[in-house]
Each structure stands twice: as C-alpha cells, then as structure tokens.
C-alpha cells in the first residue's frame, strides 16, 4: 500500500531545467541555445502577447465597442417574493435586508422589482421602485418610502476634500 512517506514520482516524469550560458564543456555555453545573430537570438524579442511576426494583431484589427461609466449607479435588486420572508408589519429597508443576506456585496442604492407576488402588509423603504413593485405593496396593505439616493455621505467628502489646494505655510527654523 502507498503512504505519503514512500511515495515517488513516476520514472521519466521529470527533467532537470536546462542551464544555458555556462560554458562551451556544458554544450549550452557561448550562444546559449539560441543560434548566431538575428533577432530571435536578440534580448527583448517579439515574445509577447498578442505578437504575430509584424502582421497587425487582433486586438488592433479589430474595432473597439462598448463603454461603462466610472459614474454609473449599481442597484443591489429585491424582488418581491424576496419580501415574502419577512414578517407582517414589518419594516424592510436596507439594514434588514443585509441581515436576511438578501443584499450583499458593493452597492449605491436599493431597488425593488415587481417579480413574484406579496401577501403581507410591510413598509418598504428603497431608493428606486419599480411600478409594479410599488403597486404590489400597496395593494397588500403595505406603504411605500422612497429614499433619496446619496452617491456618499457629506462629512466623507468634507473630509476627502480638506486642505485641497491649500498651501501650508512654511515653519520658520
């Protein structure tokens, strides 16, 4: 039977790195392999990605499409079976919705879509709703705040911004 302290690597399953440029008694010394002059025998040769021997490469034959907003606003989306968890009567904002695990990861606002049905009466707090969604709650009973979305909060931007542009004098010595 096989151990982990009498086990061995299968014969021929490995080789020893080749050496090159450490002498002519090694047989890899002098040019090291690489053969006289030219630019493969060069440093710094076309061994990168996207290469192909001087012809225009994909990546620039092909053209460029698409655009994504360093400014865009991400929804983390509840849908209404979603809701369907929490008690009669209660409040679902964004807090109990992180607690359910019903929203995870980065986000800059909640929105709620109008998938799946509601039964129970609950106030929904949300930056954006969907009309179906706001339809939905209402019609159980349910009311409906919808928040003010705050890209972020304004001591964080005081603070990022303070001293900006401010030269400090300098200490007499």
Not at 20 to 43: D, E, F, N, P
Not at 46 to 68: A, C, T, V
Not at 82 to 103: C, I, N, P, Q, S
Request: proline share 3%; aromatic share 4%.
């Amino acid at each position: 039977m096989t151990t982990l302290n009498n086990l061995k690597r299968p014969a021929g399953s490995w080789h020893r790195k080749k050496r090159v440029g450490r002498g002519q008694g090694s047989g890899l010394g002098k040019t090291a392999g690489r053969g006289g002059k030219g630019q493969k025998a060069r440093s710094g040769n076309m061994r990168f990605e996207g290469f192909e021997g001087g012809q225009s490469p994909l990546q620039r034959r092909l053209p460029k499409f698409g655009f994504i907003s360093p400014n865009r606003t991400i929804y983390a989306v509840v849908n209404l079976a979603d809701l369907e968890a929490f008690d009669a009567g209660a409040t679902v904002d964004e807090a109990a919705l992180k607690t359910r695990g019903l929203v995870k990861g980065r986000y800059d606002g909640v929105k709620v879509l109008g998938n799946g049905t509601l039964t129970k009466k609950l106030t929904v707090r949300a930056h954006k709703l969907s009309a179906t969604a706001r339809e939905a709650v209402e019609k159980a009973g349910g009311s409906v705040e919808e928040l003010p979305l705050v890209a972020h909060k304004p001591e964080s931007a005081a603070k990022a911004h303070a001293g900006k542009g401010v030269k400090k004098a300098k200490a007499k010595s």
